[in-house]
């Protein structure tokens, strides 16, 4: 069974920083792109930013310049360090990914989310 499954969640006051893992685990062949998405309450599911195997990112305006998004393709990990936190930032934030069981069979799987919330 295939898995996504993210850490690193928690409170932290407005200008702090926190790091959030996301590590696949299962029988995987490859991963192509992998993003992290964010829902805060009454609000829809939003792309944070998103990074491909080559290590092509994109990101939200809102949150360029403060996060960054990297990942590890030997150990199937995804990291995202966020920097200069507002209360906007508040949120689920999920780990998504393109998961390669085989060269030819593929699916996109989501992992359970942690809470990051931003307050003082």
């Known amino acids: 069974q295939v898995q996504l499954v993210e850490s690193g969640g928690g409170l932290v006051q407005p200008g702090g920083s926190l790091r959030l893992a996301c590590v696949a685990s299962?029988?995987?062949?490859?991963?192509?792109?992998m993003g992290w998405y964010r829902q805060a309450p009454g609000k829809e599911r939003e792309l944070v930013a998103r990074?491909?195997?080559?290590?092509?990112?994109n990101y939200a305006d809102s949150v360029k310049g403060r996060f960054n998004i990297s990942r590890d393709n030997a150990k199937s990990t995804m990291l995202l360090q966020m920097n200069s936190l507002k209360p906007e930032d508040t949120a689920v934030y999920y780990c998504?990914?393109?998961?390669?069981?085989?060269?030819?069979?593929?699916?996109?799987?989501w992992g359970q989310g942690t809470l990051v919330t931003v307050s003082s």
């Open positions: 998504n990914g393109r998961i390669y069981t085989t060269r030819y069979t593929s699916f996109e799987l």
């Open positions: 299962g029988n995987i062949f490859s991963i192509n792109f």
């Open positions: 990074i491909t195997d080559g290590g092509t990112t």
